[in-house]
Structures are given as C-alpha cells and as structure tokens.
C-alpha cells in the first residue's frame, strides 16, 4: 500500500505556477483534502505533513512531502524520509509532471525509466531503486526538445492549468484504493476517461415565429 505521497517541483514564488510544479499542485490538493498542514523540516529537506487516522480502512501514518530542493536534488529529499520511516520503494508514489501526456492526461505506473526527468533521476538514484509508483501528470510538449527548459518553467495557458486541475481532481478519486493497496483498481480509477458531455438540446422555433438568418446576427 502507498504510504508516502510525493509531489515534486521547485520551491520559491517565482516557479509555484510553472508546469514543473505539476505535482507540488497535486500534493497542495490532496492536503486539502486530508485537512492537513504542510510544514518545513529539515531533517527531510521538504515540506511534510503526517496524517494520523484511519484512510480507507488502513490505520497508520500517511506522509505527505513536497522536497525543497529544487528538482535535481528531490531524491535527497524522497530518501531521507523514506530510510527513516522504512518506507520502501513500492510505498511511495510520485507524483510530477509529464511532457508526453496532453495537459489533463493523468497515467499511472511502477517502475520503468526516468525519461530524462531530473526528479526522478535523482529519485532512482538516492533510493537505488526504480520500483516506485509514478503519477503522470500532462502538461503537453512545446514540439521542439530545444524548447523544453523553457517550457515546463513557464506557466501554462489558463485553459491548460484548468485541464490539469481537473486531472489531479480525477486522480484524487482513487486515494482511498491507492492507500489499501488496491493498486490495479486505483490504475482503473485514474486511466478512466471522464463521461462524455450530453450534446445540448436543439432550439425549439414556436410554431409561426421566423428563424434569425444567422448572417444577420
């Protein structure tokens, strides 16, 4: 079962609305949630917040942590609180930012590389291990790899953090699976497509009245 919830992203006002921060927003949510407050420590060089009561039937505590590293650095961070819990590595589920997903596109996993992603990099390396949960959060590529960089340190479009929104929304449907260990049924929660919009109803003319010539409006 999950119980180290990890968003990542770089601290300071000047990137909090960047789309590297993707998964700090998911975190800032998911704490929300639990009613939990995000506080500085720095034997684990982050934000934490431990959640002491029972979450879909599992007693225990539930850490939350945002590192405070800058992105390059998140598994210092990840390792600290990890060794010193005995928290291992298919306990912990990483949520962060995702180039080759659609803003809004959310994808679940464990395991697998670290696709150039500097968090994870850092990640895989501090723990050793590749065998953790990641949460894919889209953000969309910018088409040119030369453009990347620049990219997820911007801040996206007001449509596209809309959509994002709705995707950690959509994810944060399976926590109570994720925090039993049901992890294939979590998978299915969070790869679910959301229902389709009915079409709207045609205007109904009353009988007699004219049509408005739609070149006329």
């Known amino acids: ?15 909090e ?7 700090f927003w998911f975190i800032d949510e998911l704490a929300r949630e639990l009613k939990a407050s995000l ?5 684990y060089f982050g934000l934490v917040a431990r959640v002491n009561r029972p979450i879909a039937d599992v007693d225990g505590p539930i850490w939350l942590l945002k590192p405070m590293t800058f992105m390059n650095l998140s598994g210092k961070s990840v390792a600290a609180l990890a060794r010193f819990f005995k928290i291992e590595p298919g306990e912990i589920l990483v949520v962060h930012d995702e ?3 659609m803003p809004g596109q959310i994808k679940m996993k464990l395991g697998g590389s670290h696709a150039g992603h500097n968090g994870l990099k ?6 050793g291990s ?7 959060l889209g953000i969309g590529h910018p088409g040119v790899k030369a453009e990347v960089v ?17 995707g950690i929304e959509q994810s944060l449907t399976a926590l109570p699976l994720l925090l039993a260990g049901e992890m294939e049924r979590a998978m299915m929660k969070v790869h679910a497509k959301p229902p389709r919009p009915k079409p709207p109803r045609p205007e109904v003319v009353p009988a007699g009245k004219p049509t408005p010539d739609p070149e006329l409006r």
């Open 130 to 136: 590749a065998d953790y949960w990641r949460l894919r």
């Open 99 to 101: 180039l080759d997903l």
């Open 122 to 127: 850092d990640i895989h390396a501090q723990l």
């Open 1 to 15: 079962m999950i119980r180290l919830l990890v968003g990542l992203g770089n601290p300071g006002p000047e990137y």
């Open 39 to 43: 506080l500085p420590e720095r034997s």
């Open 17 to 23: 609305g960047t789309r590297h921060n993707a998964g």
């Open 150 to 166: 620049d990219y997820v340190l911007r801040k996206p479009l007001k449509e596209q953090r809309e959509a994002i929104d709705k």
